[in-house]
């Protein structure tokens, strides 16, 4: 507790901007969303047919996971892009259902003999509305208002996977350094925010109404924002293990996917049952889920376990980075295996048209064109020692702007899509060739070694001697071209994982 109050003291000025956007973001896209919501739900109450598919839109709307939101909108003209502008969209979109069916529910639940009275008095349609029906289904609009504040406040921390900003910044960056500290940094306040906001729609309704008071949901929203936050944290590490099975896992991208099944299936082939656990967040996840035993073996990158998982300082060469992560692992039960053959170093990268037209071939070419630049980076390599602090200053990187924070795998796109012009990816990824990205070369061999290599619980390796070997054998096969060709199949030609694996195991 003392490490998070010391983070919130030395990080406050920036935790102050992330909460301010928080609730920029929040705030703005609630008060759109009761700007249509409303009279959508006003028009909907009048014309009974056309309510069930209004509200059938607004629910198919609200079944699109948020990140696939957000992905999607990315290259959408006007509304889309990196930034804050597609993340108020999805919020707006998001906050429609609640107070359209609340605006519904709320007109319906009137007296029809008000409505006589009021007609009797001679009010207009207009006149009844504002003056009667309104202001008697306000605490049930307010009901939905808070339903939609809450939503907003778990899904506005998404956003800040497409550079939007908010708390999501600090849980996104805790995940990639594996910084416990760092999640909780943002998903503490982003809990306390959701219940002062439920708490005080929920007083405003109730000043508005005593005839309508409900129970409160207080504490089952602040429940959802703290079981999401959860979710995040150990999504995929199921507490379900099949009996006797070895457990794979891997983390949340394309090569994680396909190397997770390499293992998998070079397992199987000793006789040995495999429960699959692939897709686990990120760094994080994966490394707590081998230390508890809920997962047996998932490939590890030699550069991110020497300064995400041990921090401990940058070293240049290969064999001594293995070397020490090797014994560092093992004072832990854990047990590196020989690494797969292939180097996954950070790839800055710039499209290809542009490098081809002004003959960018290495980062110094780039740093250049940096002040008339704008770069987007992963929150794994804006946070890391090895990531872009030390990059700027190797290089004298000048951007006019602070890079933008979002999810590697939306990076590549948007800079296919002119949204940045610079970002770090990985150097095998198979989305460079697809949209014809170019890497450029680290002339001053800044960046450490990441040679992949599987790391699996040493008392699992004992269990099964015949895995360790089949492992073993697996070491040095996968070449970088190798991967790169894996992964394009997986991203770019939309290939089964598991079918891609099997070929290559079976190519051998």
């Known amino acids: 507790m003392s490490g998070l109050i010391g983070f919130w003291s030395s990080h406050r000025a920036e935790l102050a901007a992330l ?25 909907a109450s009048r014309r009974p047919r056309l309510a069930a598919p209004i509200l059938a839109v607004a629910n198919v709307v609200q079944t699109v996971p948020s990140l696939a939101m957000f992905g999607f909108l990315l290259p959408v003209p006007f509304i889309g892009g990196v930034g804050a502008r597609a993340a108020l969209v999805v919020l707006i979109l998001y906050g429609l259902l609640p107070i359209v069916r609340t605006t519904i529910a709320g007109l319906r639940s009137i007296d029809p003999s008000i409505r006589e009275a009021g007609v009797a008095m001679g009010m207009t349609p207009r006149e009844l509305l504002r003056q009667v029906e309104l202001p008697l289904a306000l605490p049930s609009i307010v009901a939905g208002v808070r339903v939609a504040a809450v939503v907003g406040v778990g899904s506005a921390t998404i956003a800040a996977a497409i550079g939007a900003g908010g708390l999501g910044e600090y849980i996104y960056r805790g995940l990639s350094m594996v910084d416990t500290t760092v999640i909780l940094a943002g998903a503490i306040p982003a809990a306390l925010l959701a219940l002062v906001v439920d708490g005080s729609l929920l007083w405003l309704e109730r000043q508005m109404s005593s005839r309508r008071r409900t129970r409160s949901p207080r504490a089952a929203a602040a429940g959802a924002v703290v079981v999401a936050v959860l979710v995040l944290l150990t999504s995929g590490v199921a507490a379900w293990r099949a009996t006797g099975a070895v457990v794979v896992a891997s983390k949340n991208f394309t090569e994680q996917l396909v190397l997770g099944e390499l293992l998998a299936q070079t397992i199987e082939r000793e006789g040995i049952p495999v429960a699959r656990r692939l897709n686990l967040g990120g760094t994080l996840i994966c490394d707590r889920a081998l230390l508890t035993g809920d997962a047996d073996v998932y490939v590890e990158y030699t550069g991110t376990a020497l300064t995400a998982i041990f921090h401990q300082p940058i070293q240049p060469d290969p064999a001594t980075v293995f070397a020490s992560v090797r014994e560092l692992y ?143 054998r697996l070491g040095g096969r996968i070449s970088a071209a190798d991967m790169r060709a894996m992964n394009y199949a997986a991203d770019v030609e939309h290939r089964d994982i598991a079918q891609i694996a099997r070929e290559f195991l079976a190519a051998r």
Not at 19 to 43: E, K, M, R, S, Y
Not at 400 to 423: F, W
């Open 330 to 472: 093992a004072r832990t039960g854990r047990t590196l295996l020989p690494p797969l053959g292939f180097n996954n170093t950070f790839a800055i990268l710039v499209r290809g048209a542009e490098a081809r037209a002004k003959g960018l071939k290495t980062i110094e070419d780039a740093a250049r064109e940096s002040p008339r630049w704008r770069a987007g980076f992963g929150y794994e390599f804006v946070g890391r020692p090895d990531g872009y602090p030390g990059l700027a200053k190797a290089y004298d990187l000048r951007f006019p702007a602070p890079p933008r924070v979002m999810d590697l795998t939306l990076s590549y796109r948007a800079l296919a899509a002119g949204q940045v012009d610079v970002i770090a990816g990985d150097a095998t990824a198979g989305l460079i060739k697809g949209l014809d990205l170019v890497q450029l070369e680290d002339s001053r061999r800044y960046f450490p070694p990441y040679d992949a290599a599987p790391v699996a619980r040493a008392e699992t390796l004992l269990r099964y001697p015949a895995m360790r070997l089949a492992l073993e």
């Open 19 to 43: 909460v301010g956007q928080h609730v920029l973001l929040v705030a703005a896209a609630t008060l759109v969303a009761v700007a249509v919501a409303v009279p959508l739900g006003v028009f």
